[in-house]
């Protein structure tokens, strides 16, 4: 039973430039979420995607957007690269509706940095 | 306006005693509640969680508790382990019913504590 799973693990770019980010969710889940850990914090919420729509967002400016795919698999798009979006990026798939009181579960996140 | 705080950036603990690990939270709608560990160069993993209609949830060598009315939580770890050593986060959500509908939940973090277990 796969687990979450993010490509790629690693990445680099110079600012301006545009990246995607690409993250197939467990096995059986239906939500994808993305967070961004800068070095030394804790996880942010990016945006969630259930039923392909973006249905939470996080106070990140309109330069994050996302999509989602009817095998529920999520891109994540940055645009316009700024130095400070340097960091780890996480996705974690659940479930959504009644079923949402069980752990989001991570893979192991894309590490974006910015030269 | 950090909602959810660990004020303990690290915790040195001798292997076989308690660790214990502190979290805070803001929010009073948060009504469920997680405690993630990380090493480097992995996601976070699922350890335990606690809803807000409980006061205590076990698993194995984990327990969180939950004080509702002190806005704390904490996670006890006995006996530790060196491979208990990593980064722990605690997290809290919203019920999404309360946000939007056929949402699931979001998790606001806190900012993390290292735990190192001495052999």
């Known amino acids: 039973d796969a687990g979450v799973t993010q490509s790629p693990t690693h990445l680099i770019k110079t600012r301006g430039q545009q990246v995607t980010l690409r993250c197939s969710p467990k096995s059986g889940h239906d939500t994808v979420s993305w967070y961004q850990q800068a070095l030394g914090q804790g996880p942010q919420f990016i945006f969630q995607y259930y039923e392909e729509e973006e249905r939470q967002r996080g106070n990140f400016p309109d330069r994050f957007s996302g999509h989602q795919f009817p095998n529920y698999s999520s891109e994540l798009n940055v645009n316009a690269l700024l130095l400070g979006d340097s960091a780890l990026y996480l996705c974690?798939?659940?479930?959504?509706?009644?079923?949402?009181?069980?752990?989001?579960?991570f893979g192991d996140g894309t590490r974006l940095s910015i030269l | 306006d950090q909602q959810v705080k660990q004020n303990s950036p690290s915790l040195s603990v001798q292997e076989g005693r308690i660790s214990i690990l502190n979290c805070d939270y803001t929010?009073?709608?948060?009504?469920?509640f997680l405690w993630y560990k990380k090493y480097p160069a992995e996601g976070p993993t699922f350890l335990i969680s606690i809803s807000s209609i409980k006061d205590k949830n076990e698993d194995g060598r984990f327990t969180v508790f939950l004080n509702k009315s002190a806005k704390h939580l904490s996670l006890h770890i006995v006996p530790s382990q060196p491979g208990d050593s990593a980064v722990y986060f605690c997290a809290a959500s919203v019920d999404p019913r309360k946000i939007s509908s056929g949402s699931a939940r979001q998790l606001t973090f806190g900012s993390g504590t290292q735990l190192t277990v001495l052999p």
């Open positions: 974690a798939s659940s479930l959504a509706g009644p079923r949402s009181n069980q752990p989001q579960h």
């Open positions: 929010n009073s709608m948060f009504d469920y």
